[in-house]
T-cell receptor, first 114, second 117 residues
Framework: NAGVTQTPKFQVLKTGQSMTLQCAQD?????MSWYRQDPGMGLRLIHY???????DQGEVPNGYNVSRSTTEDFPLRLLSAAPSQTSVYFC?????????????FGPGTRLTVL | AQSVAQPEDQVNVAEGNPLTVKCTYS??????LFWYVQYPNRGLQFLLK??????LVKGSYGFEAEFNKSQTSFHLKKPSALVSDSALYFC???????????????FGPGTRLSVLP
C-alpha cells in the first residue's frame, strides 16, 4: 500500500490564484481530513469527510473547499489564494470516523502565497 | 472546549539519557490521547494512544506514555534517548463520546526534541 499520498510537494502561488491540493489513500479508509500546520500552532483542522459524498467544516474552513466523490480521493481547493494561507498542508485518513481510530498522515504540501 | 498544552517548545537531552516530553490536556469528559512524531520534511507518524485500561501505554520505537487523570497529563517518555529520536512531537486529544467528529481532534503546538550525541 502507498498509504496517504499528496501532490504537489511544493507550490508557490500569487495572491488571487486558485489551485487544488490532491490527496489520495489506498487503504479503503472511511474518514479523511485536511490540516494546516503553522509554527507554534500545531495542526488545525480545515475540512473533513466521513465518507464519499459527505464533507463538513473543521476549525479553519474559510477560503477552502473540498469534495469527496470517491472513497480514495479528497482534494482541497483554494479558491483565491491569500498570503495567510502560506502553510504546510497535511491530509490524513483513518479506517472509520471512530474516536479511537489512528489517523495516518500524508507527507505534506508546502504552500507559499506571495 | 478541548485543548492541549505542550509547555516546552524545545527539549534537549544527551544520547543515552532518559527523555520526557510533557503534555497536559483539558476536556469536559473522558479523553482519548495520542502522540505523533514528525521527522523533518515528513508527515506525522503515530506513536501510541491511550484509550482505556492500563495508564502506562507502550508504543513504537521504545516510547511509552503515562496517563494521569488527576493531573490531566499524558507525558511521553523513553528510558534511553537516541540521536535518531530528534524530531517534532505532537500530543493530541479526542473527547470520548463527542458527537462532532471533525472538531474534537485537537493537537498541541508541538515540542522539538533534540538528542545530542
Amino acid at each position: 500500500n502507498a498509504g496517504v499520498t499528496q501532490t504537489p510537494k511544493f507550490q508557490v502561488l500569487k495572491t488571487g490564484q486558485s489551485m487544488t491540493l490532491q490527496c489520495a489513500q489506498d487503504m479503503n479508509h472511511e474518514y479523511m481530513s485536511w490540516y494546516r500546520q503553522d509554527p507554534g500552532m500545531g495542526l488545525r483542522l480545515i475540512h473533513y469527510s466521513v465518507g464519499a459524498g459527505i464533507t463538513d467544516q473543521g476549525e479553519v474552513p474559510n477560503g477552502y473547499n473540498v469534495s469527496r466523490s470517491t472513497t480514495e480521493d479528497f482534494p482541497l481547493r483554494l479558491l483565491s489564494a491569500a498570503p495567510s494561507q502560506t502553510s504546510v498542508y497535511f491530509c490524513a485518513s483513518s479506517y472509520t470516523s471512530g474516536h479511537t481510530d489512528t489517523q495516518y498522515f500524508g507527507p505534506g504540501t508546502r504552500l507559499t502565497v506571495l | 472546549a478541548q485543548s492541549v498544552a505542550q509547555p516546552e517548545d524545545q527539549v534537549n537531552v544527551a544520547e543515552g539519557n532518559p527523555l520526557t516530553v510533557k503534555c497536559t490536556y483539558s476536556v469536559s469528559g473522558n479523553p482519548y490521547l495520542f502522540w505523533y512524531v514528525q521527522y523533518p520534511n515528513r508527515g506525522l507518524q503515530f506513536l501510541l494512544k491511550y484509550i482505556t485500561g492500563d495508564n502506562l501505554v507502550k508504543g513504537s520505537y521504545g516510547f511509552e506514555a503515562e496517563f494521569n487523570k488527576s493531573q490531566t497529563s499524558f507525558h511521553l517518555k523513553k528510558p534511553s534517548a537516541l540521536v535518531s529520536d530528534s524530531a517534532l512531537y505532537f500530543c493530541a486529544v479526542r473527547e470520548k463520546g463527542a458527537r462532532n467528529y471533525g472538531q474534537n481532534f485537537v493537537f498541541g503546538p508541538g515540542t522539538r526534541l533534540s538528542v545530542l550525541p
